[in-house]
């Protein structure tokens, strides 16, 4: 499969706690992006790591990479209400960008 | 900066009607994506634009979809007939890139619901 494959699909977890997705991919690829889809709306992007790197941060988020392992990690620190969305990573190559399904995180006040 | 604009929001139709819907990228956005998503998985990729040009259709059911981009800014899907299958959310995208290049950050609209009875 060319598309990369979350773990967790769902994931529930209690305000202030850390949120931890995987993505892992079988294909080469020239980086590898995280976006954000809250109920009925668009996606919206989060991060972009590209493959010479290992790590990218931004606020409570914490990308990394392994190309060694094709996997990739989502990291949400002390996780609010409001993170409550679907997470999806999206394998980035020449002119292409392909969608995982997702992880469902439910954060609980 | 406004951001990708698509119209109607939500559609209704019964099968074998046909639908279109309507996307406005980024002003200066080069590529545009057409994305379908069917409930619970991730966005495929059903059409890419560069400028007025055709990147990758290679997902897109050509019996019954088409899309077009005059002019090489906003863009129109278009299913007909439609099938009960075609029930989901088309999401249009649009991204700076052009050129053969490594696919960089992408704009997402509201995206389209579209239901098929």
């Known amino acids: 499969s060319q598309q990369g494959e979350e773990d967790p699909q769902a994931l529930s977890i209690q305000e202030g706690e850390n949120a931890t997705m995987n993505c892992s991919y079988k294909?080469?690829?020239?980086?590898l992006q995280w976006y954000r889809q809250n109920s009925g709306r668009g996606l919206v992007h989060l991060i972009l790591?590209?493959?010479?790197?290992r790590e990218k941060h931004s606020g409570r988020l914490r990308v990394t990479l392994d190309t060694s392992k094709k996997s990739s990690s989502l990291l949400i620190t002390a996780s609010r209400a409001a993170d409550t969305a679907s997470y999806f990573c999206a394998l980035g190559g020449y002119n292409k960008l392909i969608f995982g399904a997702g992880t469902r995180l439910a954060v609980h006040p | 900066e406004a951001g990708v604009a698509q119209s109607p929001r939500y559609k209704i139709i019964e099968k074998r009607q046909s639908v279109a819907f309507w996307c406005n990228p980024i002003?200066?956005?080069?590529?545009l994506y057409w994305y379908q998503q069917i409930l619970g998985q991730g966005p495929k990729l059903l059409i890419q634009?560069?400028?007025?040009?055709?990147?990758?259709d290679s997902q897109l059911p050509k019996d019954r979809f088409s899309a077009e981009r005059l002019k090489g800014v906003d863009s129109t899907l278009k299913i007909q007939p439609a099938k009960l299958e075609d029930s989901a959310v088309y999401l249009c995208?649009?991204?700076?890139?052009?050129?053969?290049?490594?696919?960089?950050?992408?704009?997402f609209g509201e995206g389209s619901r579209l239901t098929v009875l």
């Open positions: 294909t080469s690829i020239n980086n």
């Open positions: 634009f560069q400028n007025n040009g055709v990147v990758d």
């Open positions: 790591i590209r493959s010479n790197e």
């Open positions: 995208a649009s991204s700076l890139s052009s050129g053969r290049t490594n696919t960089g950050e992408l704009f």
């Open positions: 002003s200066g956005h080069a590529t």
